[in-house]
């Protein structure tokens, strides 16, 4: 006899639509929208190209898995991320690479995997790339960045030799072709006969001579100007010679802060501490360079990102004199205004606002994106540490004379120069200073960095100040540790 009561039949959880539902609902509530999605989304892609390395950063809204292995014959790069699908954002990447890019000659992206995108970047010369990941900070999420640099990385003295080689040669044509133009117009029809003096060393000419024009007897010997070349030829490689004489020169060094990933303060109209500071250095170095026996190099110029340690280790490649950092001043409140100059302190700092402005400035490498599991972190790390009462005290008369020459400009913020831990001033062997050239979060101010007129008197002022102090501290022969 069957039981009156038959079992009640219960469908299979699998099947139970309604729970499945329910408990769907529940999982979206605690693991939310970024880890239902599959792969990680493309926020951005950017190139940063530069003489001394190119940087690739590929922004996401989920940490990167990547591996990468060089090919040769030819060059290239191959980079494969795990988790993502081709997007239209990642496919710009292409777009991105630059004619003048001195590494990358172009890159190819393809869905190599149902779940991997390989990239292919082609390579211009050898390379020795880093790749490494940085966590999210400031107004990025996570960066997966990737640095080609050269296999064999250039000499910076060298480079400051050529640089002074080539100027001379430019000002020694200058001169020739403005003799050669002034004996042209001498030989002219209708032009008097140059005097004596001038006549006995103009050199022979190809034209023919006018029955108006009074012929001039050529010199046995004719100068320099006439047998210059029309393209001369590079300079050769400075000699162990030249390089001796490079201590003969007063070697400034002068850091444009930021660039590259780290943009620095932001004007309330958008305008960016990394580009007035390079119009800034680049002007100054100029400058600079005008003055017999001195000579200005740049720790970067074009918007790349230097680490702080590697600032200061280009400063003592070159045996530089003096190391001057520029940027423009940000607060919180808009209000907040005038140049200042700041030198190293180990005492800590002379103010609150110099301890604030110290901190900000030394975040630098966390935005700008520093490799911290470089092979010479430690080096750099020690490099920092180190300060000597001597450097601080010439520091303070560096900043003195720059200071008093900016006040002659603009409104300074504090009539004294202030004192604070900035990492980039820690040379131990070179007077260092960090020059603020105004509030870029002031819209007036802001508006004053933009100017070419304010960033001509700035350039001025801090040239004067510079060469005030060389002429009451006059350099010694180094004895510097490289």
């Given amino acids: 006899m069957k039981s009156r009561h038959q079992p009640r039949c219960f469908p299979h959880p699998a099947f139970d639509r309604r729970g499945l539902l ?9 693991l939310g929208a970024g880890e239902l999605a599959w792969g990680a989304g493309i926020v951005a892609v950017r190139v940063w190209p530069a003489a001394e390395y190119t940087r690739v950063t590929i922004e996401s809204d989920q940490a990167l898995v990547a591996r990468h292995q060089l090919i040769e014959s030819p060059d290239r790069l191959v980079i494969d991320i795990d988790g993502l699908e081709l997007s239209p954002t990642l496919r710009d990447l292409v777009g991105k690479v630059r004619a003048d890019d001195p590494f990358i000659a172009g890159v190819r992206i393809g869905q190599n995997q149902p779940r991997t995108v390989r990239l292919v970047v ?6 020795a790339p880093q790749q ?11 960066r997966l960045v990737f640095d080609l640099h050269p296999t064999q990385a250039p000499d910076p003295l060298l480079a400051l030799l050529r640089e002074k080689t080539q100027a ?17 117009r001498m030989d002219r029809p209708g032009i008097p006969t140059p005097p004596p003096a001038v006549a006995a060393n103009k050199p022979p000419t190809a034209r023919p001579a006018t029955p108006s024009a009074t012929p001039a007897t050529p010199p046995a010997a004719p100068p320099a100007v006439a047998q210059a070349p029309t393209t001369p030829a590079p300079p050769p490689p400075p000699t162990a010679e ?3 004489k490079m201590d003969r020169l007063i070697v400034i060094a002068l850091d444009p802060g930021h660039g590259g990933e780290d943009p620095g303060a ?22 600079l360079n005008a003055v017999p026996g001195m000579r200005a190099m740049l ?49 800590g700092a002379s103010s609150a606002a110099a301890r604030w402005m110290a901190q900000r400035e030394n975040a630098s490498d966390i935005v700008g994106g520093a490799n911290i599991k470089s092979n010479d972190v430690h080096v750099m790390r020690a490099l920092l540490d180190m300060s000597t009462t001597a450097q601080i005290k010439d520091s303070l008369k560096l900043g003195g004379e720059v200071l008093g020459q900016i006040g002659k400009v603009g409104k300074l913020h504090k009539g004294s120069v202030e004192q604070a831990g900035f990492a980039v001033l820690k040379a131990p062997d070179i007077p260092s200073i960090l020059v603020e050239t105004a509030f870029i979060s002031n819209p007036e101010e802001e508006r004053k960095l933009a100017s070419a007129d304010y960033q001509a008197e700035l350039v001025q002022a801090v040239s004067t100040g510079i060469r005030r102090y060389f002429a009451k501290n006059p350099p010694l022969a180094r004895n510097r540790v490289l």
């Fill in 299 to 347: 720790t970067r110029d074009a918007d790349y990102f230097v680490p702080l340690g590697e600032r200061v280790q280009k400063a003592r490649r070159v045996q530089a004199d003096l190391f001057v950092s520029i940027h423009a001043d940000a607060f919180l409140s808009p209000e907040a205004r005038g140049a200042s100059v700041f030198a190293l302190s180990d005492k």
């Fill in 132 to 142: 490494f990941r940085l966590e999210p900070v400031a107004a990025y999420q996570h």
């Fill in 168 to 184: 001379e040669q430019q000002a020694a044509r200058s001169v020739q072709d403005a003799l050669g133009e002034f004996i042209d």
């Fill in 122 to 127: 082609d390579l211009k010369q050898p390379t």
């Fill in 242 to 244: 030249q390089l001796r």
């Fill in 266 to 287: 932001i004007g309330p109209s958008g305008l960016k501490e990394k580009d007035v500071v390079l119009s800034v250095a680049k002007q100054l170095r100029d400058r």
């Fill in 22 to 30: 329910k408990r769907g609902g529940a999982l979206a509530l605690l």
